[in-house]
């Protein structure tokens, strides 16, 4: 293949990946946003799938940029040599060796930026404080109330949309204010000891404690035999 053809190929490829990224993040933005990775699908797959696909388009977009400097990196040591010599017009000529120092020098600069920015998002990794919590309660229950949910002292009917939400997402003080049981009641029949966070999100407690959002689902069906419309059933556990 002559050497046009081929970068005629990777700029094509190239730029189709970079059109699936956009189109891809638009819907895990739009289309699919969060909360919504469990009860919603396009084509049959949900927002943490199109997130993989995003991902494995980036590293694709990664492959084909390493690939652009191989096939050009005489020209990307020549504007490395312009850039670290600080010369106006054509840079003077140097020694190979050198030339490539001045573009491996340069790769490694953003490397070292990427890397950098990587090691220092982990380093920050914390578990959500307690008022960050709090707030996505309350922007849960503000929500709640617009829709007018309304908590008594007896259980209410769940209405589809309540238990729309109920999903691996919702934490476990929303699930106990929407379902309308006590929390004792919920952490007893899920098998959660008491020193469990109101905040924690059933998804994570269900990996630590083995219950299925099946068994979440059949604990809301007890005290709310009405909330599920006849015609509708049960699917399984899409956790």
């Known amino acids: 293949m002559r050497r046009?053809?081929?970068?005629?190929v990777i700029d094509f490829a190239t730029l189709l990946i970079m059109l699936g990224?956009?189109?891809?993040?638009?819907?895990?933005?739009?289309?699919?946003?969060p909360r919504t990775g469990d009860r919603l699908a396009?084509?049959?797959?949900?927002?943490?799938?199109?997130?993989?696909?995003?991902?494995?388009?980036s590293l694709g977009l990664l492959a084909l940029l390493l690939l652009h400097v191989a096939l050009h990196w005489s020209w990307v040591c020549t504007v490395a040599q312009k850039m670290f010599s600080h010369t106006n017009g054509a840079p003077k000529p140097v020694r190979r060796w050198r030339r490539d120092l001045y573009g491996i020098l340069t790769l490694a600069a953003f490397a070292a930026l990427i890397g950098g920015f990587q090691w220092i998002a982990v380093a920050n990794i914390r578990e959500a404080t307690k008022g960050e919590g709090e707030r996505h309660s309350r922007e849960?229950?503000?929500?709640?109330?617009?829709?007018?949910?309304?908590?008594?002292s007896t259980p209410r009917r769940l209405r589809s949309a309540d238990a729309a939400r109920?999903?691996?997402a919702m934490t476990l003080d929303e699930f106990v204010r929407t379902s309308g049981m006590s929390a004792d009641r919920v952490r007893e029949r899920l098998h959660l000891p008491?020193?469990?966070?109101?905040?924690a999100r059933l998804g994570k407690l269900r990996k630590v404690y083995g219950f299925r959002m099946s068994d979440v689902r059949d604990l809301i069906r007890e005290s709310n035999p009405g909330f599920m419309k006849?015609?509708?059933t049960d699917t399984g556990d899409p956790q």
Request: glycine share 12%; aromatic share 14%.
């Open 4 to 8: 046009s053809s081929l970068n005629f």
């Open 21 to 33: 990224m956009i189109s891809t993040g638009i819907l895990i933005k739009y289309a699919l946003p």
């Open 42 to 57: 396009i084509w049959g797959m949900g927002r943490h799938d199109w997130g993989d696909i995003h991902f494995w388009l």
């Open 140 to 152: 849960y229950r503000r929500q709640a109330s617009r829709e007018g949910a309304t908590f008594g």
């Open 166 to 168: 109920i999903n691996g």
């Open 194 to 199: 008491d020193d469990v966070s109101a905040d």
């Open 230 to 232: 006849p015609a509708e």
